[in-house]
């Protein structure tokens, strides 16, 4: 391999790196906002019913995940698509409601990245290069289902 080419694989891996850390900071700073926002009683009625709407999505959602990291060969990209956009879609209005912009384009760039068909095509490729990160999410939503904290 070429210098040049070990420098374009390296700048590419710190790249991808930067893009997964901001996804998972702002996934934690929107469920901390959240989270802040519904303990303060701040929700009406309205917004605490479809809160609990979007607890239930987020719930199917990583049980989706775990069902798919789990059992060889049952990923279904277009359903866990449809499932992300509608997860997307009923979080949308709690978040413009009640945070900023900024708070929503953070909403909109987990989504964008999360949404992304090559990035989940190669997650639950089976025996593909990031299986041990499958596992390994797989084992930690296992953990948070177990525990009642998802």
Do not use: W
């Not at 069902?67 to 956009?85: P, T, W």
């Amino acid at each position: 391999m070429t210098e040049f080419k070990a420098i374009a694989y390296e700048d590419a891996f710190r790249a991808i790196v930067c893009i997964v850390s901001q996804v998972v900071k702002n996934i934690v700073k929107l469920v901390v906002k959240l989270s802040v926002v519904a303990r303060g009683e701040h929700f009406g009625v309205e917004q605490q019913s479809q809160l609990a709407i979007v607890q239930r999505q987020v719930h199917h959602l990583c049980l989706t995940v775990l069902s798919f990291g789990k059992v060889a060969y049952s990923y279904d990209r277009s359903y866990l698509l449809a499932i992300l956009d509608e997860t997307h879609k009923k979080l949308l209005p709690l978040v413009t409601c009640c945070l900023s912009e900024k708070s929503r384009r953070r909403l909109d760039m987990i989504f964008e990245h999360l949404s992304k068909e090559q990035l989940l095509d190669s997650l639950f490729r089976v025996d593909g290069e990031h299986s041990a990160l499958l596992s390994q999410v797989v084992s930690d939503l296992e953990t948070l289902i177990d525990s009642n904290d998802l």
